[in-house]
């Protein structure tokens, strides 16, 4: 298992176009969580699944924003209509809960770029 | 509600000095208590955990604490290299919970 896997690692889109990202979580993890980072400032949870329940999506930033996360497998992430202020590194991160177990395993980020 | 409150940067130290970065917590219950360090470019990596109080955490000469009566987690290591130089993150997370709460990071710079 090589751990969490994003992609793409960069993305460039032109304001106002759809753009969308994908996560493979580590195999065996129940849990994926969604968050976004801007520069200077510890990550930003967005939303998160429970295999493939989305349990938690108040925190998506509008209505522009939505992720599935078809069979518990991988998850993606899209942004419609994509604005300057998006611009950002969208992180997944994954977890095996469990009253053990809680640390969340966090993959390379999708850095976005809107010009 | 839950929050984490890290020491700001950024912090530059020459090698082999001793480092403290501060972390305080406010949460409801027992939260499990994480220090994430990120490289450049990179996602974050778990330098270390503790999931309840007077548990220590430690990995790679970095130890941070769990001290409840004082809601804090400070992260420490005794002599700091150049490869430790990164952003260093602060996390919470109850136990049942459903998100991680991160601090806002701090900046360390290490100088040969």
């Known amino acids: 298992d090589t751990g969490v896997s994003q992609d793409p690692r960069h993305k460039i889109t032109k304001r106002g176009q759809n753009v969308t990202f994908r996560c493979d979580p580590i195999s065996e993890h129940n849990r994926l969580y969604w968050y976004r980072q801007t520069l200077g400032q510890g990550p930003e949870f967005l939303t998160y699944f429970q295999n493939e329940a989305q349990l938690e999506k108040s925190r998506l930033l509008s209505d522009r924003f939505s992720a599935e996360r078809p069979k518990g497998s991988f998850s993606t992430l899209e942004i419609q209509r994509t604005e300057q202020g998006d611009s950002a590194m969208y992180l997944c991160a994954s977890s095996l809960v469990s009253l053990m177990n809680t640390e969340a395993f966090f993959g390379q980020g999708t850095r976005l770029t809107v010009v | 509600g839950d929050s984490v409150t890290q020491m700001e940067g950024p912090v530059t130290l020459s090698e082999e000095a001793f480092l403290t970065i501060n972390c305080t917590y406010t949460?409801?219950?027992?939260?499990?208590l994480f220090w994430y360090v990120q490289y450049p470019g990179e996602g974050l990596q778990l330098l270390l955990k503790?999931?309840?109080?007077?548990d220590k955490g430690s990995n790679k000469g970095f130890e941070a604490t769990y001290r409840k009566e004082t809601t804090s987690f400070h992260l420490e290591k005794g002599s700091v290299q150049v490869s430790d130089s990164a952003v260093y993150f602060c996390a919470l997370n109850r136990n049942t919970g459903n998100q991680f709460y991160f601090g806002t990071g701090t900046s360390l710079t290490v100088i040969p």
């Open positions: 949460a409801t219950g027992y939260p499990s």
């Open positions: 503790a999931t309840k109080a007077d």
